[in-house]
């Protein structure tokens, strides 16, 4: 395997979501490697797309059919092996139904990035993922506080691979880059947050302070302002009121 291309694992390779997923890869050889393929009965087209793009795993209910249309048929597996497996950097999930839950939740949960082409997943276990997002950042957190960054931002990335709208986990990540001088990663990370919740205080105030560090002034006052109007502290509004004049 060519350690410099993003391995994808597709799961429902022969429905539509699949084979536009495909049409993508063979677009960008030098960017993609296809790792494993999963279908249900159109075995003809699965031996097909495995015989031209040679996965090292595959999934359907008829193995037996399949390996009989390949000369060097791939390993066997299950679609939570596939979407779990340590060769696997990214998973297109276009199972629909129940079946496509549960390589979801354990990829999420195993830190890999998920492509969702459908909103099934999220609607029937959203508790379930939300909850999962909610153990990285934990996990994201005390690693923070150990000062162990890499995994710390791993494991928010982790975290925002299953809930891209959590603001926390943005917050924290934010954090994490400019402890580690990684500047422009904290800005685009606190701005997310603040998309997220134009009210969140902490986070308007750090941006606001690391623009100001930068020397971005211009965008310091922007968030200076934004920080008055998210804190109904009188002492506090006073405070950010000053130093808003001291800027201008």
């Known amino acids: 395997m ?14 539509s979501i699949g084979c536009q997923t495909l049409d993508v890869i063979r677009a ?3 960017r993609f490697q296809v790792v494993g393929l999963t279908a249900w009965s159109n075995v003809d087209l699965l031996a097909q797309q495995a015989a031209e793009l040679n996965p090292s795993l595959v999934a359907c209910a008829d193995y ?39 390589p979801v939740l354990q990829a999420l949960l195993a830190g890999k990035t998920v492509a969702l082409a459908n909103k099934e997943a999220m609607v ?26 890499d995994d710390a931002i791993a494991a928010f990335q982790r975290g925002l691979a299953i809930d891209q709208f959590n603001d926390m986990l943005h917050y924290y990540l934010a954090m994490t880059y400019e402890k580690k001088d990684m500047v422009f990663h904290a800005i685009d990370h606190y701005e997310k947050a603040i998309q997220i ?15 100001q560090k930068q020397e971005f002034w211009r965008k310091a006052v922007e968030m200076w302002e934004l920080a008055l109007a998210a804190t109904k502290d009188e002492a506090v509004r006073a405070r950010i009121k000053d130093h808003l004049l001291s800027l201008l």
Request: aromatic share 4%.
């Open 2 to 15: 060519n350690p410099h291309l993003t391995r994808v694992a597709v799961l429902g390779s022969t429905g």
């Open 124 to 149: 029937m276990a959203g508790s379930i993922l939300q909850a999962a997002a909610r153990q990285h950042l934990k996990q994201g957190v005390i690693a923070l506080k150990q000062d162990r960054l």
């Open 197 to 211: 919740n134009p009210e969140f205080y902490d986070a308007i105030t750090a941006l606001a302070t690391l623009y």
């Open 28 to 30: 960008h050889p030098d």
């Open 64 to 102: 037996a059919a399949l390996a009989s249309r390949l000369s060097d048929p791939p390993q066997r597996a299950s679609l939570t092996d596939i979407a779990c497996a340590p060769e696997v950097d990214i998973i297109v999930a276009g199972v629909v139904g129940k079946q496509g839950l549960e």
